[in-house]
């Protein structure tokens, strides 16, 4: 059996399995070393993927040859495109998987890519000489050397578990913790601190009473995650189902609060702000009567339920007992408590947007381990980490994604710009160039790229240009088609839209919003015929051909101010001042700028603390 391998991933969680897929099919020989290969991809909360803001980040994964996309399209018992009322940038589509398959497809494709291998193990210690990185130790003693590592470690480092006063070392409930790294790690002088995350019970829905429980149902329409064309979700489509928290729950939550590990001192890490547990909630907003809960399926062969909204760590006694006041939970039999998680996390700040640390050369950092909080946000990082471990031993220019290119490009900048003070989630707010960053267009702005280094195959570029040249033809022909007034108003009245005075262009009519190209095609033969002629994804075509005519001039203005703030990105500084000796800039900034020494003067502008003069005086010293 080979010891030598180009790069190692430790941990095959959602950041490591995308890191290990990605160098090995670039065509590095890559191990994949994690505690359980049973476990592999394990959703440690809650069975879903996608969401606000993290559903473009899986299509974005897609897009670039990642696997997220296509596991969660392959396993998913429900599907909805969330904010469908509101502009499409705020689109994000988000899935229920079954949690037992999710884990056996990944396993299927990490198992059958060629150049990925596993070992089933604990890895304890790095081998690092002069400041390299060269391998890893294990606790069954072996040692393998590699020219990249990347740490993809999760809630795993140093975990601790929180049920009340009961308190176990643990990654994950009955998983064992990782211990060793973090120590090692702090001695070559990696800042590194505590964050906390919590999860709710998992319920046996014989117990629960449905008649007492609003059902959600799930989108029937072609929407999915993945670019590829294949027929997502053939596994059976359930419901989600929504009850609610009263008094008398909150008064059974808050006679255990002297035993909540969160409030008597027990746990002192910060928790995610967005994610916060019952107990949490019911202080924050203690004049609401009640909270809302949702019951998620967690797959298609499985009576187990996963109630969101009733993260806790109370005891367990109180969280049965307050869960048996929801009419709907009277008679509820749990197979396990919600319970609350500590684990190290390393400030992400000691990262280039590589994800390789500024410390150790050719190891790098993926996942929760930085700070961030989601299976969504730890793939994405675990993709470009795996891209850049394959560059770092095969050679290439870095991969990194700017922000107006892709939330993953907003979430790794910010990382390694601004650091972390709570789990970092991603949200449509912290991208400021959003309308560039819609979940429908992914493919366009990054399939090319991952194309070029040898990540998406081709298969992704023949579909993408197909798809490109059908939306340009339509496009094209909107443009090009002319109504008369007389021959369309009367179709216009139906629709509930102000009749034509003259003569316009097909594709100004498609911009007012009670217009589809749908609908109004059904009144334009010509226009009706031009869609028939689309080969495939038809609906995928025709929803990003309208999207690009009815945000045509949004769309435009955002690319024009992305250009000129992306002119500042190409302003390189890296290594050119001594900010502690400029008496000019203000002591905060030459701070925060000696510390992250950051690569442009548009990253620097990003930094919190340095103020639009400090970069005027850079610019200045810059000559420019
Ligand atoms: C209890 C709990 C509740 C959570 N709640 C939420 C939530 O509400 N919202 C949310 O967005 N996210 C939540 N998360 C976080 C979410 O699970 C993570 O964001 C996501 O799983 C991170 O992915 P990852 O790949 O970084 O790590 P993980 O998914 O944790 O995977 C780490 C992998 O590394 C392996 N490993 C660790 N150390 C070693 C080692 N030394 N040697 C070999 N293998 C190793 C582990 O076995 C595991 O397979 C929760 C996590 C937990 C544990």
């Known amino acids: 059996m080979n010891f030598k391998y180009d790069v190692i991933v430790v941990g095959a969680g959602h950041a490591g399995c995308e890191a290990a897929a990605a160098a090995a099919n670039m065509g590095s020989k890559t191990l994949l070393i994690t505690m359980d290969m049973n ?155 505590r964050m906390k995350t919590g999860t709710p019970v998992r319920i046996d829905g014989r117990s629960v009473d449905f008649e007492k429980m609003e059902e959600q149902k799930g989108d029937d329409d072609f929407h999915k995650f993945s670019y590829l064309d294949f027929k997502p979700r053939t596994l059976q489509q359930l419901s989600c189902w929504i009850c609610h928290t009263n008094e008398e729950v909150h008064d059974t939550l808050r006679d255990g609060l002297a035993d909540s590990p969160l409030y008597n001192g027990q746990i002192k890490s910060i928790g995610p702000r967005y994610c916060p547990s019952i107990e949490t909630k019911i202080i924050t907003f203690e004049d609401k009567i009640s909270h809302q809960l949702f019951l998620e399926p967690e797959g298609e062969n499985t009576q187990e339920y996963y109630l969101n909204g009733f993260s806790s760590s109370l005891p367990l006694h109180i969280q049965i007992e307050a869960l048996q006041k929801v009419p709907a939970f009277r008679n509820i039999h749990i197979y396990r408590p919600g319970y609350a998680i500590e684990y190290d996390f390393f400030d992400p700040t000691q990262l280039k947007h590589t994800m390789e640390t500024k410390l ?101 570029i023949v579909l993408l240009n197909e798809k490109k040249e059908e939306i340009n033809r339509i496009i094209e022909f909107a443009a090009d088609y002319s109504l008369k007034p007389e021959y369309i108003n009367d179709t216009l009245a139906s629709f509930g839209t102000s009749p034509l005075k003259q003569k316009i262009k097909l594709k100004d009519v498609i911009t007012r919003p009670q217009i589809t190209i749908e609908n109004i095609a059904e009144h334009i033969p010509a226009f009706k015929s031009e869609l028939d002629q689309i080969p495939n994804r038809r609906e995928e075509i025709i929803e990003a051909a309208e999207i690009a005519i009815k945000y045509d001039g949004y769309i435009k203005r955002e690319k024009l101010i992305a250009d000129k703030i992306s002119r500042l990105e190409n302003i390189r500084i890296k290594g050119k001042f001594d900010y502690e000796n400029i008496s000019s800039l203000s002591i905060e900034a030459r701070q925060k700028l000696s510390k992250i020494d950051p690569e442009t003067i548009a990253q620097a502008s990003r930094i919190p603390g340095v103020s639009p003069n400090d970069i005027s005086i850079l610019l200045v010293l810059l000559g420019r």
């Open 39 to 193: 476990k592999i991809a394990q959703m440690s909360c809650n069975p879903a993927v996608g969401g606000i803001a993290k559903g473009q980040i899986v299509r974005e994964i897609d897009a670039l040859g990642g696997q997220m996309g296509i596991v969660t399209d392959t396993t998913a018992i429900q599907f909805r495109m969330l904010n469908k009322s509101k502009g499409p940038a705020m689109w994000s589509p988000r899935a229920q998987s079954d949690r037992a398959k999710f884990i056996l497809k990944w396993r299927k494709i990490a198992e059958n890519t060629d150049n990925l291998f596993i070992w089933q193990d604990a890895v304890t210690s790095l081998v690092i000489e002069n400041k390299n990185v060269t391998g890893v130790k294990t606790e069954l003693g072996v040692v393998f050397s590699a020219k990249s590592v990347i740490l993809t470690n999760g809630t795993f480092l140093n975990g601790l578990i929180h049920v009340g006063k009961t308190q176990l070392k643990g990654g994950r409930v009955s998983e064992p913790a990782s211990f060793g790294i973090t120590e090692q790690l702090i001695e070559f002088g990696f800042t590194t601190d």
């Open 360 to 460: 150790i050369k050719n190891l790098f950092f993926a996942g929760q381990i930085n700070g961030t909080t989601g299976y969504e946000e730890a793939a994405g990082q675990g993709l470009i980490a795996g891209i850049n471990a394959h560059i770092n031993v095969h050679g290439g220019d870095e991969f990194i994604l700017r922000r107006d290119e892709a939330y993953i490009g907003v979430l790794i900048d910010d990382l390694v710009t601004k650091g972390v003070d709570e789990p970092y989630r991603m949200f449509t707010s912290r991208a400021e160039y959003r309308i560039l960053l819609r979940q429908d267009d992914a493919d366009m702005r990054l399939t090319e790229k991952a194309y070029n280094i040898g990540l998406a195959k081709k298969e992704r």
